[in-house]
């Protein structure tokens, strides 16, 4: 099969595209021909070694994929040849197999194809989980996204219209505003050509209910004293590359909520509860990810590249089967 691989850490154009055998599925595991694979920004941050966890390499990168099984070990009786699964892992995605624990494994529902599965994943539910069980955001309520053009802050647009919320946008270009626009943001900020603390006081005069923060940065600040008293900072990332410093007085004076989403943290009863509904606005299609670009597996160095840069609007995707 062929396989990207990181020889060496380093920035994305290390990745080169080697021909290796197929990988043996062992007990409890499962085989799948990969049909798409989504990239997020922790593929770059690994193939750098700056992710808080370290793969020796030669590896090979990618995190999110949708496909096919063609091989199940012993003990993956859950599933069989056939079946089309979603999942996740630390690394091995942007390859034409992959092999996985069938545990992690999410069937795809009917109607859905892989491209749809892979960029739906971990963004969505990212996005999803934080707004209901973190924000813990109603119908009505005033929402802040930081990064709105990325894979994560798209997603939280999206879905807060469909919660019901009303969305501001704030994002690093017109056309990232735009797509924004598109899937119904209300107000629409640039942070480069804006001033980002007059633009949000302007939009929300009375404060906003609740901030999504996956870029953190110089953003983080002006975003915190746009909040309402008791308004609830949602931090889930730092693709900025920098870890803002919070001014925890206006915590103090406004009564606000910093919180920080792990999956892990999530009560198990809220998780079943946003996966079932996540799930049904799938596949009523209610919510479809935006795929802003999407490149055959010869391309990886390419498609890392654009988002280690920024420059990704919702999600990017691999797709083995594009490759020559």
Do not use: W
């Not at 007990?27 to 992710?51: E, H, S």
């Not at 793969?55 to 056939?82: L, R, Y």
């Not at 490149?295 to 691999?318: D, N, Q, S």
């Amino acid at each position: 099969m062929r396989a990207a691989v990181c020889p060496a850490y380093g920035p994305p154009e290390v990745v080169r595209i080697e021909e290796r055998p197929s990988p043996e599925p062992a007990a409890g595991q499962v085989r799948i021909r990969v049909g798409a694979a989504a990239v997020n920004f922790p593929d770059v941050l690994l193939l750098a070694n700056k992710y808080q966890i370290s793969v020796p390499p030669p590896f090979v990168p990618g995190s999110e994929f949708a496909g096919e099984i063609v091989e199940s070990g012993a003990g993956s009786a859950d599933f069989a040849v056939g079946d089309r699964v979603t999942g996740t892992g630390l690394y091995g995605a942007f390859a034409e197999e992959v092999v996985v624990s069938a545990a992690g494994l999410t069937r795809i529902p009917d109607g859905v194809d892989d491209r749809t599965a892979a960029a739906f994943g971990v963004a969505y539910r990212t996005a999803y989980h934080a707004l209901r069980s973190v924000a813990r955001v109603h119908a009505g309520a005033e929402l802040i996204v930081l990064g709105a053009g990325g894979g994560v802050g798209l997603a939280a647009v999206q879905l807060g219209v469909a919660l019901g919320l009303s969305v501001t946008a704030v994002a690093s270009s017109t056309d990232k505003l735009d797509i924004s626009a598109s899937y119904g943001a209300r107000h629409l900020i640039n942070h480069r050509s804006d001033d980002l603390r007059k633009a949000l006081r302007a939009a929300i005069p009375d404060g906003a209910d609740a901030v999504l923060d996956p870029v953190g940065g110089e953003l983080a600040e002006p975003a915190l004293r746009a909040l309402g008293r008791g308004g609830r900072f949602v931090t889930i990332g730092y693709a900025s590359g920098v870890v803002p410093r919070i001014p925890l007085n206006l915590v103090l004076v406004k009564g606000l909520h910093v919180l920080g989403f792990q999956f892990q943290d999530l009560v198990p009863e809220e998780f079943r509860r946003n996966e079932d509904e996540l799930r049904e606005l799938l596949v009523t299609k209610q919510v479809l990810p935006h795929i802003g670009a999407s490149f055959t597996l010869a391309e990886t160095a390419a498609a890392l590249r654009v988002v280690a840069e920024g420059r990704a609007i919702g999600k990017v995707l691999i797709e083995p089967a594009g490759t020559n």
